[in-house]
């Protein structure tokens, strides 16, 4: 059984090699990777702290089953692990472990329509609050960032949470969906689409207390901006 490691640095953190450059956190886990294909046991469990939280927070968003959001990180790792050895590095190892995520969650919805069972909305609503970003202004109480999210189709939220939540590239984002680039952006557009008008109605409904419809439609309209392609 893997161990859930203690939460890795975010993605923007940077740290040093032996020659003083400059490492992202990308480059880091993707070394990492590399480094446990060859056998390095302690590169195995740097790979897993790295990656572990971004694909709790994935699969979290992406299945319908909060509790099952551990046991989907969990299958993802064995079945990467499983894989190593042929990963070569032509992707990040963010990329290409979030690949095998959605892959793991498909499985995972086919075996839950195969056997439906009854999934309260609370439950839903309780894994979304948890596993969504922190530090966001306006979510504290996690409840609009739900509401939005439940509404989008699934290809639609799957583009926006890879772009505008977890801060994939919209290249990066296609690999993990399998896609062409222009699909995922024009998902993310209509996804945006969508939010603005439910919060263009939120806004005519609610007279007061409209800070959290603001933070939220700016994140709608201008997400994307700062995500290269």
């Not at 590399?34 to 740097?46: K, S």
């Not at 263009?200 to 994307?224: C, L």
């Amino acid at each position: 059984m893997i161990t859930p490691a203690p939460p890795a640095p975010c993605r923007g953190h940077e740290r040093r090699n032996e020659d003083g450059r400059a490492v992202s956190a990308d480059e880091s886990a993707t070394a990492w990777a590399l480094a446990a294909r060859a056998g390095d046991p302690a590169a195995v469990e740097r790979f897993v702290r790295a990656l572990h939280r971004d694909v709790v927070r994935f699969v979290a968003h992406l299945s319908a089953d909060p509790q099952a959001a551990e046991d989907l990180a969990q299958d993802t790792f064995l079945r990467a692990l499983g894989s190593l050895h042929r990963f070569e590095g032509r992707s990040s190892a963010r990329t290409w472990l979030l690949s095998i995520a959605r892959r793991a969650v498909i499985d995972s919805l086919r075996y839950a329509a195969a056997r439906p069972r009854s999934t309260g909305c609370a439950d839903w609503q309780t894994a979304v609050e948890r596993e969504q970003p922190l530090g966001l202004p306006g979510f504290d109480d996690g409840v609009a960032l739900m509401e939005l999210l439940a509404v989008l189709p699934d290809e639609r939220r799957e583009a926006f949470v890879l772009t505008q939540m977890m801060g994939l590239p919209y290249a990066e984002a296609a690999l993990v969906s399998g896609c062409p680039v222009g699909t995922v952006r024009s998902r993310v557009a209509r996804a945006r689409a969508t939010l603005i008008a439910l919060l263009a109605e939120a806004e005519a409904e609610v007279a007061t207390g409209t800070e959290t419809v603001v933070t939220i439609k700016a994140m709608a309209v201008g997400g994307a901006a700062s995500t290269a392609a």
